[in-house]
């Protein structure tokens, strides 16, 4: 198959979706490989190392031309969707249904009939591979980039890594991937944190051992970290605990995404303005789901790696795409998990065959000009067509 790797265009956007080693084992296979020039550039791989490893260097309208399966990071700017065509196999991180995306630009996106393969969504029962090296790296990056905020516009070093230091306060919403990412590089620190989960302390400890790969360990009492879960029910219970924490807090990580049993008429806002407003000046403020103002009023997503805004005199940091800001260890975690996707892709026969793969089949959102991804569907209001049921109507060979 004839395999084209894109340049990122995205405002600080640098990573790359396959390395130079990869391209060279996927032309060992037969494949021909066309790597756009300076694509790998932002993550450390040299357009002489693509040529080295077998890549054909080529201007974005070859590689459009003359590749079947194209291979990007980020979703494609409005810019970019004439690129593809009925032909194309498009296999990156979509993100259609996000509620920073315009129902309008993913009809007029899906439009040009491509098969839309997302990192996001490709997996089963319930676990994304593509999606959790990107997470964890977020959870990281936000609390360093958290602390790096609180002392230059707070004055407050947050670590406790000797006893003379009086340390900074954090709190962290959520305990998925992003927030055990960010607890574990807080509590390393000694910050004094204070998290906010769905369910207790047994279940957080439970959640902790598995990613971290350790066995009873009880992280809640190790680090002392108090816990505020959430309260369904009445939702404006748990939001009047955390209104009277974020007083004491340098640092907010909301690191949660809106569950379906939380709708907005129930909940509109987990931190409204005026609890915002309740904050110290110059305390941080952070939605690393990059959702925009979805559950914390004041946040907005930002495509630069180092924007930052004040809102009731916080300091509001969203950056949409974080793992960017370390290009090279992002990509090498990416494309170690999608490779073995890009490689049973190229081997196919016919776009049939690609629902032999339960995992893969769950990522295909679009194809034929149809939205084919249910929640996507759902959320944007748009029309949803199974599959299984585009496919039928449309035989293209690989």
């Not at 906010?196 to 190790?222: L, P």
């Not at 939205?371 to 029309?383: F, I, Q, R, V, Y």
């Amino acid at each position: 198959m004839n395999i084209g790797v894109l340049k990122e265009i995205k405002e600080d956007e640098r990573r790359v979706a396959l390395q130079p080693i990869q391209a060279q084992a996927l032309s060992r296979l037969g494949h021909h490989i066309y790597v756009e020039i300076g694509a790998g550039e932002g993550a450390g791989f040299s357009d002489a190392d693509y040529q080295v490893c077998g890549g054909k260097l080529a201007m974005k309208d070859e590689v459009l031309a003359r590749a079947r399966l194209l291979l990007k990071v980020k979703e494609p700017l409005r810019s970019e969707y004439s690129d593809y065509a009925p032909h194309h196999i498009l296999f990156t991180y979509l993100h259609f249904d996000e509620n920073n995306v315009d129902p309008r630009d993913v009809s007029e996106l899906i439009s040009r009939g491509f098969l839309g393969i997302a990192y996001e969504w490709v997996g089963k029962a319930s676990r994304y591979p593509l999606l959790e090296p990107m997470s964890q790296l977020t959870g990281y990056l936000f609390a360093q980039r958290a602390l790096e905020l609180c002392s230059k516009e707070k004055g407050v070093f947050c670590p406790r890594n000797e006893s003379g230091l009086p340390g900074g306060r954090a709190l962290i919403i959520g305990c998925g991937n992003i927030g055990l990412s960010a607890f574990k590089y807080l509590s390393d620190l000694g910050i004094a944190l204070t998290v906010v989960v769905t369910r207790g302390r047994e279940d957080f400890n439970c959640k902790a051992n598995a990613r971290f790969e350790t066995e009873g360990v009880d992280y809640i009492g190790a680090t002392d970290t108090n816990l505020i879960v959430m309260n369904n029910k009445d939702p404006s219970r748990t939001q009047d605990t955390i209104a009277a924490a974020l007083s004491e807090m340098d640092i907010v990580l909301n690191c949660a995404v809106r569950r379906s049993d939380l709708p907005k008429r129930k909940m509109e806002y987990l931190i409204d303005r005026s609890m915002v407003g309740a904050m110290q000046r110059g305390s941080i403020l952070c939605d690393c789901t990059a959702c925009d103002r979805e559950l914390i009023e004041t946040c907005t997503s930002s495509a630069s790696l180092y924007h930052s805004y004040r809102e009731e005199n916080v300091v509001h940091y969203n950056c949409d795409h974080i793992p960017s800001m370390v290009a090279n260890t992002a990509t090498r975690l990416l494309t170690a998990r999608t490779f073995p996707y890009i490689r049973y892709i190229a081997s196919l026969k016919s776009v049939q065959t690609i629902t032999d793969d339960e995992s893969l089949c769950d990522g295909v959102c679009c194809y034929g000009g149809h939205l084919t991804h249910a929640l996507s569907a759902e959320k944007k209001g748009l029309p949803y067509r199974p599959l299984s049921d585009v496919i039928k109507t449309i035989s293209l060979p690989m």
